[in-house]
């Protein structure tokens, strides 16, 4: 079982930065690729990025590379996206997830895959 609790959302002006963290509770964060998704009102919840296991790849959303960072800290049990160059469009409520593997190299983009998701937390742009 892991539970996840996400921090870092707030308000910030269009062209800002905002550094998101999840924190995952349970010994098995090193043994889950993660993922960082987000829903804006009235649309789906979409894919925004993903790392593998061991931390070695990463993958992006169209809309966010460039601009977005994911990373790992296996050792404090916590992923992180930084959002940089902010857009009104990035306003959403964000979401980490995470998925329990035996790959270390394999990244994972769509929600059905993710075993595991956090409560989210709210990032809002202002233009």
């Known amino acids: 079982q892991v539970q996840l609790v996400e921090s870092g959302g707030g308000l910030v002006q269009a062209g800002g930065s905002l550094r998101l963290s999840c924190a995952a509770s349970g010994p098995t964060f090193s043994a889950c690729a993660m993922g960082w998704f987000r829903q804006a009102p009235g649309k789906e919840r979409e894919f925004v990025a993903a790392i593998t296991r061991s931390g070695g790849a990463t993958y992006y959303a169209d809309s966010v590379k460039g601009r977005f960072t994911i990373s790992r800290d296996n050792a404090k049990n916590t992923v992180y996206l930084q959002m940089n160059s902010l857009k009104p469009e990035d306003t959403a409520v964000y979401y980490c997830?995470?998925?329990?593997?035996?790959?270390?190299?394999?990244?994972?983009?769509?929600?059905?895959?993710?075993?595991?998701w956090g409560q989210g937390t709210q990032v809002t742009v202002s233009s």
């Open positions: 997830a995470a998925k329990l593997t035996y790959t270390y190299s394999t990244y994972y983009t769509e929600r059905s895959e993710y075993d595991y």
